[in-house]
């Protein structure tokens, strides 16, 4: 198990996952977030080359309100 | 209410509308939805944010209610950068924007104070330089200083959005000669006011500088009826732009009348 931070949250999860298996693990879904690891963004179509380290800081951002 | 057949461009799009408008700050998400559609608004505003702890439990949908309004609105959207303080996390931001909203608009916000939530002028020049190199049609945020919007051109914006006043604090245009001068000094470029609008009369007065449009957030949202504010803000953006299309009259240093002497009944000079 590694220890990485989701959205502020500390959290162990198994190591060796890329961004798009971490999502799964997490639960969430597929559309309508974005993700950044470590402040640089993570595009969909790297998600599966995108492999979680110990100790990364993952960022999930979703829609809401702005001015 | 837009049947002057004043479209104008900006960021590759025709509109109608010269007002953009927040989504921020509503009572509730109806009163929202209701005040962006009286508007007439073609250009709303809208932001990212880590879904809170819990909010798995949802399945990751955390945003969705909110973005299915907006969706349902068909209407332009510009994500915004806010909450960024430095031009690394406002590229990351839009690059974020960008997947998720599918458009390569972004409100470029680069806070510099915490205060004042004054934007920093270097960070903002240094991320509007590489997110037009990616490609981002950039709205950037700025104070009414000339020379940085000087320089904001020289690394391509072709929009300008200086400020009013503070964001969020309704009080109007602070300095309209630094506006006026920047409106002199880039004929070309599209100049937005963006923040301190607090008052419908604002919003004329900016049109009546010249410029192409007003954005603007908590004077709607916090007004006591928002609906009905948007509907005013909507018809002052209009008159603020036919009074600046229909040309001022020159302000004059004496009384003139304006009904006609010849004819006066009991006529009389002062003395």
């Known amino acids: 198990m590694i220890t990485i931070s989701v959205n502020g949250e500390i959290k162990e999860v198994k190591e060796g996952l890329n961004v798009k298996e971490l999502i799964v693990a997490l639960n969430y879904t597929t559309q309508g977030f974005a993700v950044a690891v470590n402040t640089t963004f993570v595009a969909i179509k790297s998600y599966e080359t995108t492999i979680i380290e110990n100790g990364d800081t993952i960022d999930i951002l979703t829609p809401v309100q702005g001015g | ?271």
Not at chain 2, 78 to 92: D, M, Q, R, V, Y
Not at chain 2, 238 to 262: H, K, N
């Open chain 2, 1 to 271: 209410m837009n049947n002057n057949n004043n479209t104008w461009e900006i960021g590759g799009k025709t509109l109608n509308s010269r007002l953009l408008i927040g989504s921020a700050l509503y009572p509730n998400p109806a009163n929202m939805e209701e005040a962006i559609k009286i508007s007439e608004a073609q250009i709303v505003t809208v932001s990212l944010r880590r879904q809170s702890a819990g909010d798995n439990n949802n399945n990751g949908k955390a945003g969705n209610s909110f973005w299915n309004i907006i969706k349902s609105l068909n209407i332009n959207v510009l994500p915004n950068t806010a909450g960024c303080h430095s031009a690394k996390e406002a590229i990351t931001t839009a690059q974020m924007a960008r997947e998720v909203f599918g458009t390569n608009w972004i409100k470029l916000e680069v806070i510099g104070d915490q205060y004042n939530l004054q934007p920093d002028p270097f960070e903002t020049v240094k991320a509007a330089e590489i997110l037009i190199k990616e490609g981002f049609e950039v709205f950037p945020y700025t104070t009414d200083d000339l020379v940085v919007a000087k320089r904001l051109a020289d690394v391509g914006c072709n929009i300008l959005m200086p400020w009013g006043s503070m964001i969020g604090s309704g009080k109007g245009l602070m300095n309209p000669d630094n506006l006026t001068a920047i409106r002199k000094q880039f004929p070309k470029l599209k100049l937005i006011v963006d923040a301190g609008i607090g008052k419908p009369s604002h919003a004329t007065k900016a049109m009546e500088l010249g410029y192409d449009g007003v954005l603007l957030n908590s004077a709607i949202a916090l007004a006591g009826d928002p609906v009905k504010m948007a509907n005013a803000f909507k018809y002052a953006i209009t008159a603020g732009r036919l009074g600046y299309e229909a040309g001022v009259m020159q302000q004059r240093e004496f009384a003139s009348p304006s009904t006609p002497v010849i004819g006066t009944p009991f006529w009389h000079q002062f003395k």
